[in-house]
């Protein structure tokens, strides 16, 4: 019988190339990060925003019983202007759904659309 020779083909180094990949994504990662967080620390304190000492952790949160002043409650009795009668209105339209009635052509893609 004869002998096989074992063929001696060098195996393609991919090892050291995927660690250096994943340590790199790593470092950008970490990079990122850091500046998102320095960024985050540069921004200005003050906002458009008012402060509402109502609602302080501090304060007794308002209870059912309790109503809104005056100045803050709607009048129901209001005649709503033409400008935002349209925006009022019921939806009459059918419901939209997630799956198409059986048998519609919309619900077929790609080839099958001919």
Do not use: C, W, Y
Not at 10 to 19: E, F, V
Not at 28 to 33: K, L, M, Q, W
Not at 72 to 82: I, M, Q
């Amino acid at each position: 019988m004869a002998k096989h020779k074992k063929s001696k083909t060098k195996q393609p180094r991919t090892a050291g190339i995927s660690t250096l990949r994943t340590a790199a994504l790593a470092v950008t990662g970490i990079a990122v990060g850091l500046v998102g967080v320095l960024l985050a620390r540069r921004r200005p304190a003050g906002t458009a925003e008012h402060a509402a000492p109502d609602l302080a952790l501090d304060k007794p949160h308002p209870g059912p019983n309790d109503r809104a002043p005056d100045a803050f409650r709607p009048d129901p009795t209001a005649s709503v202007p033409a400008s935002e009668r349209e925006g009022l209105r019921p939806a009459t339209g059918p419901t939209p759904t997630l799956v198409e009635p059986r048998g519609s052509i919309a619900s077929l893609t790609g080839s099958a659309n001919g």
